[in-house]
């Protein structure tokens, strides 16, 4: 350490620092330290390497990923009927539970050495995807032992002995698992949990043994109403030393079966209609042995440090794979339909304003099914990706929901009225679900991505946290010298990278050679060091009070996950064989993401509140500069890929249920391959300017073409149609005989008066 240096200029400044960063909480610093940093941090760099990006290992499935992708997944989707299991049972049909069962659809993460499947994150991910495309309710009943809960902690936490007992048996759902977390008063602030654990001694099993007494009040808690065991995250406090010397332990996680007296778990929540099981649970002096707690009484306390290592699977890839697939499914039903229904002798899908929506439909179900690809990858290489988990859960749901709003923008009347033939209801229905659970997306967009992003992938500020945190006065010291100091130089590198690349947009920023795609590279590459530049100057001037400013760092965290999103969109694009017919969607894509990359910036820079750094940053990285979004042609080209049959669109939807036989799905497809078959039969009609049966009497159309139009015919006005009730169906449907009687009667009525 330069002692000169250190004294009269570091000193000072670590002195300013100290007062202006507040002391972390233990559970601030335990969400900090939580997980690693991966592709992100080089976006946060301001200079990308895009070798790391490139040489990433695309995922696939194994062949026995492949066979029950094949097998048991598409034979599940056969089994159900997800009208019935929403509005008439309220419950998956006993058979599917014990299908899942046999079939361990419970266990996908449990290590094979254990009775489980030991599946990547990406078969895990598929097959999510795959299911929620047939029902929302089966999917994720299948998530939730497979993500944030008893399974992943004992897998990443457990002792052998506890690992022994109840993976197995969670593995075959001889045991069914449920986690609970949220209380009425500790929603996104688990910290403030009232549920408590008190360490005492108590009876088990006929002997006297040390255990803890349990009190709890939970929500919100999927798969409560049905299950065995419970996960449950309480604070635990040892008033009598009986562990320890340390009275307040703080959150800590156990199992607790919910045999044991004084639980309480069969009410059930209706979750926006989805009839998934999810209810609150009760616990009254509820006694458990001390060694129940997940990990044993080692990990006492340790609970939120345990929660936050063990995100990555519920918010990476849960949640993301069915936002995915709402997605997909989306672009893929509504190019179909835009194909399928005509007004004013054109499909809809050629009227501009359908188009609009049908290109961003293509272009973000291209987009992030790549950075569900991406994410993936990288959690198979064993990796707990925090950050871009949050990013993954919040923007899927959020493009979930626009998705699914254009979708039912375009089928219009089609997609309000209720019923089997509805195949877009259910998933709208479920958007809220997907928006709120597992950190509600304000929350994770404000607060997460870019408050433990902005520290975790920064090349130096985790560094000068952790030296400012340090007791020691001259050990915090020396060690803020050394993050303090790179961090000038690596601040210094980024006002230059950031002015240059502004002042010539991006042409010479650093990029592979990708063919059409490298400029998109490069404009990437411009805005990565404008966002770090910006990045510096955020904590420069705000310090501590930056977490507090959620507007400006959700803007902060947008930036960064559509970096993430649209640099993941340019590896498929490269996976993929650099695909012409697919680079439409891949420009729209990147001319969206720059887009909203710019405006988001220019709002950011113009909320700072420190004038003078705003004026700076406008000098260095010109974010007012125009960046133009898709232009009409771009759009209208990528929604003709999605409402033409080609390689293309079947990439962009990709591995989707395609429906049962019958059911509203499957006669939409079947509709549109056989509107796809007779266009050129019906452009013949419109050339001769005749109706088909005059056609017919004029020769021009043989018996076989003839039958085919009657059959497309017929296909049409199913697709079209929608569902009606009689009094007595709708009576039955919703259990009242008193509105069959009240139609009845102001019939009478009506002829009463006539």
């Known amino acids: 350490m330069n002692d000169f240096r250190a004294k009269y200029i570091t000193k000072p400044i670590h002195k300013w620092a100290k007062k202006a960063l507040p002391a972390l909480s233990q559970t601030e ?15 946060f760099s301001g200079n990308p390497d895009w070798s790391k990006l490139l040489d990433v290992k695309a995922p696939k ?28 049972d309220g419950d998956l049909p006993e058979e599917v539970w014990q299908f899942m069962r046999e079939n361990k659809f419970f266990g996908m993460i449990i290590p094979k050495s254990y009775g489980g499947l030991g599946f990547s994150a990406f078969a895990h991910s598929e097959i999510v995807r795959f299911i929620s495309t047939r029902s929302v309710a089966v999917a994720v009943t299948v998530m939730v032992p497979n993500s944030l809960g008893p399974g992943e902690l004992l897998h990443l936490f457990g002792t052998d002995e506890q690992k022994d007992y109840w993976l197995p048996l969670l593995a075959d759902g001889r045991e069914l698992p449920a986690f609970g977390l949220t209380s009425a008063e500790a929603g996104s602030d688990a910290s403030a949990m009232v549920d408590e654990g008190v360490i005492c001694k108590g009876q088990w099993e006929g002997e006297e043994v040390l255990g803890i007494r349990l009190n709890w009040k939970k929500r919100y808690i999927t798969l409560s109403p049905v299950c065995t065991v419970l996960g449950l995250a309480f604070k635990l406090r040892d008033p009598d030393a009986l562990l320890g010397s340390e009275k307040d332990l703080g959150i800590t996680c156990a199992l607790v079966p919910t045999d044991l007296d004084g639980v309480d778990t069969g009410s059930r929540h209706l979750p926006s209609s989805t009839m998934f099981m999810n209810g609150p649970t009760t616990g009254e002096d509820v006694f458990i042995p001390i060694d129940y707690i997940i990990g044993g009484p080692e990990y006492a306390g340790k609970g939120w440090m345990m929660l936050m290592s063990a995100l990555a699977a519920g918010r990476g890839i849960s949640l993301p794979s069915m936002g995915c697939a709402a997605i997909a499914y989306s672009a893929h039903t509504t190019g179909a339909y835009a194909r399928i229904r005509e007004q004013f002798n054109l499909p809809i899908g050629k009227f501009g304003g359908v188009q609009a929506r049908m290109g961003r439909l293509a272009a973000d179900a291209y987009a992030m099914d790549a950075a569900r690809h991406l994410t993936c990858a990288g959690l198979d290489e064993g990796r707990a990706l925090s950050v871009i988990s949050a990013i993954m859960k919040a923007h899927a749901t959020f493009k979930m929901r626009e998705a699914i709003n254009d ?9 309000v009225i209720d019923g089997p033939s509805n195949y877009l209801l259910p998933l709208y229905r479920a958007v809220p679900i997907g928006i709120t659970v597992e950190g509600a997306n304000i929350v994770t967009r404000s607060l997460i991505i870019f408050g433990q992003g902005s520290i975790r992938a920064h090349p130096h500020m985790l560094d000068n946290i952790m030296a400012l945190q340090e007791e020691d006065q001259d050990k915090s010291l020396e060690k803020f010298d050394k993050s303090f100091w790179a961090h000038v130089g690596h601040t210094s590198m980024t006002v230059f990278r950031a002015w240059s690349r502004a002042l010539t947009g991006g042409r010479f920023a650093p990029a592979p050679d990708a063919g059409k795609a490298t400029h998109i590279y490069r404009q990437l590459a411009r805005w990565s060091a404008a966002y770090a530049l910006t990045a510096d100057f955020a904590f420069l001037t705000l310090g501590g009070e930056l977490k507090r400013k959620e507007m400006i760092s959700g803007r902060m965290g947008d930036i960064l996950s559509e970096m993430y999103i649209l640099s993941a969109a340019l590896k498929r694009w490269e996976d993929e064989g650099r695909q012409d017919a697919d680079f439409p969607v891949l420009e729209y894509a990147a001319a969206a993401g720059l887009k909203r990359i710019q405006s988001s910036l220019d709002e950011v820079i113009d909320n700072l509140p420190a004038r003078w750094a705003a004026w700076v940053l406008r000098f260095f990285t010109l974010p007012g500069a125009k960046v133009s979004g898709p232009d009409d042609r771009l759009t209208a080209t990528c929604s003709d890929l999605i409402f033409e049959p080609s390689e293309t669109r079947s990439r962009i939807t990709g ?17 549109y391959a056989k509107v796809i078959e007779m266009a050129p039969v019906m452009k013949r009609l419109r050339e001769e300017k005749k109706t088909p049966e005059e056609a017919l009497e004029a020769g021009l159309l043989d018996d076989a073409e003839w039958a085919n139009l009657n059959e497309m015919k017929a296909l049409v006005d199913k697709v079209i149609a929608v569902d009606d009730y009689s009094p007595d169906e709708f009576a039955a449907l919703f259990g009242n005989e008193d509105n069959k009687d009240h139609q009845s009667l102001n019939k009478q009525a009506k002829v009463a008066t006539e």
């Open 655 to 671: 591995n989707l249920y395609p429906g049962a036989s019958g059911d509203a799905l499957d006669v939409l497809n079947q509709c």
């Open 29 to 43: 610093s335990e969400a900090l330290t939580a997980g690693e940093v991966w592709w992100e941090a080089e976006l």
């Open 407 to 415: 979708a039912m923008d375009v089928h219009s009347g089609k997609a």
């Open 61 to 88: 499935l194994s062949e026995e990923e492949q066979a029950f992708f094949d097998g048991p997944c598409q034979e599940l989707c056969g089994m159900i009927d997800d009208w019935k299991i929403n509005q008439i």
